[in-house]
């Protein structure tokens, strides 16, 4: 598991994509064809300890927008019936799990709770799996985002990306 720290360059762009300052380490786990940022990975506490359930987080402006035009048009019901509670329920199982083991040896605090983006049951985000997705977790949910994404008109090189 690489460090979860972001270069100067890399707190200065994600910045202004948030808009604020980001409030956990992170580092970013995917850029676009152009070397922008996409994706951050976050630490599991914010830096004032407070949980912090979203591992990863789309910041890519385009992706984000074509994402959410795919759950204004029902994605995130589609995505949970066509992938099933099932595999849901260990995806959200298992990245649970690897966001605890990031936690700091001997943590007694509140801790992040849910899987993906905090969902305890089903698709609440599909944000939180495609920018999973595109950090390379394999995550089904994610993959349909791509599918969907793949037919949808996109600017040239805004979504072809790497895992870092």
């Not at 987080?57 to 927008?65: F, T, Y």
């Not at 001997?106 to 595109?134: D, E, F, I, M």
Request: proline share 8%.
């Amino acid at each position: 598991m690489a460090d979860l720290v972001a270069s100067e360059a890399e707190r200065a762009a994600v910045t202004e994509l948030l808009g604020r300052p980001p409030r956990a380490a992170f580092r970013v786990a995917a850029c676009d064809a152009a070397g922008n940022p996409l994706v951050i990975e976050n630490a599991p506490l914010l830096d004032d300890g407070t949980p912090m359930p979203t591992r990863y987080w789309l910041v890519g402006p385009r992706a984000k927008v074509l994402v959410g035009r795919l759950e204004a048009e029902g994605g995130v019901d589609r995505a949970e019936a066509e992938v099933g509670l099932d595999a849901l329920d260990a995806l959200h199982a298992r990245h649970q799990a690897e966001r605890d083991a990031l936690l700091p040896a001997g943590h007694q605090g509140p801790r992040p709770t849910g899987g993906v983006g905090g969902t305890r049951r089903g698709v609440k985000c599909l944000h939180a799996h495609y920018a999973a997705y595109l950090a390379g977790v394999d995550d089904p949910v994610g993959r349909w985002v791509a599918d969907h994404l793949a037919v949808a008109e996109r600017p040239a090189g805004e979504l072809s990306v790497a895992p870092r």
